[in-house]
């Protein structure tokens, strides 16, 4: 974990000016190359944020939790990135990175999709070598967020997750409550955890 942490803080230099931008406990950044809300509705202790149209590389991974599915899914995103691509180039990155998991019956699945954003410069992305990692582009979306700023360890970030997911379910807020979606934007604890919305 200590290598594949390294490697993030060289690669991503940028998330120091990410870290500036946590709006309201929601790590989210305003430049260009990072992950951008649309409109940040403040709502009781989360946020309802809308993110436009972003490229990132994903990958699946069974993991036991959330930590080892991190290991195991950014080394082979790192590998893309590092020439694991068919024109043989460096594709730059950008903070986020983080994990798509599954929620069944009130339990976090030992599946992951892991994920990592591709800057917007970067315009045409060369495909994969790696037939298990995708680049995907998301379309606009609304989630429902919750940003948190310590270190957090794993049971805890799962019993934050299940924390998130009741208080919504006790809102009757109108989200999807078999996946959700953890974004770590430094390695100090800066994260925010969301639900996609189900309608406007
Ligand atoms: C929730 O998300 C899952 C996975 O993407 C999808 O298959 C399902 O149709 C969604 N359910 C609702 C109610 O949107």
Redesign the pocket.
């Known amino acids: 974990m200590l290598r594949i942490f390294l490697t993030v803080s060289v690669l991503f230099w940028n998330q120091l000016a990410a870290q500036d931008a946590v709006a309201e406990g929601l790590g989210l950044c305003e430049k260009d190359d990072c992950l951008t809300p649309a409109v940040i509705i403040e709502d009781k202790n989360y946020l309802e944020v809308q993110f436009k149209e972003r490229r990132r590389i994903e990958t699946d991974v069974d993991a036991v939790d959330i930590k080892s599915a991190l290991a195991i899914g950014l080394d082979k995103l790192f590998s893309y990135a590092r020439c694991g691509n068919v024109a043989g180039t460096i594709v730059p990155l950008s903070a986020p990175w983080g994990v798509f998991g599954?929620v069944k019956n009130g339990e976090i699945q030992q599946r992951f999709r892991v994920f990592l954003e591709i800057v917007p410069q970067v315009t045409n992305p060369p495909e994969p070598t790696d037939p298990t990692v995708e680049i995907v582009t998301a379309p606009p979306v609304w989630y429902y967020g919750r940003g948190f700023n310590k270190k957090v360890d794993e049971q805890q970030t799962e019993e934050l997750v299940i924390q998130f997911l009741k208080d919504l379910e006790q809102d009757n807020q109108p989200f999807?409550?078999?996946?959700f979606d953890i974004a770590y934007f430094d390695t100090q604890g800066l994260m925010a955890m969301g639900f996609?919305k189900?309608e406007e």
Not at 176 to 179: A, E, G, I, K, M
């Open positions: 599954y999807n409550s078999t996946f996609m189900t």
